[in-house]
């Protein structure tokens, strides 16, 4: 029997994969992703969501990171 696919995500990577599914399903709402483009439109909202986290990280101190 073929053991169904499995993935476990770190935390940090839930955030980035809910954020770039957000982006993708605007992107979708808005009409702009086409038929056979879905791979480029779900990477384009990926690095998006990564960047946005980015910036955030950078210009945003956590509670954690004050000690």
């Known amino acids: ?6 993935l476990t ?4 990577e839930q955030t980035i994969v ?9 992107y979708i709402a808005a ?6 483009k879905e791979a480029a439109w779900m990477d384009r909202a990926l690095k ?3 960047r946005i986290a980015k910036v955030t990280d950078e210009t945003v101190q956590a509670d954690q990171e004050l000690d």
């Open 1 to 6: 029997m073929k053991k169904p696919p499995y």
């Open 9 to 12: 995500l770190q935390p940090s």
């Open 18 to 26: 809910t954020a770039a599914a957000t982006i993708y399903a605007a």
């Open 31 to 36: 009409g702009r992703v086409e038929d056979g």
């Open 48 to 50: 998006a969501a990564f």
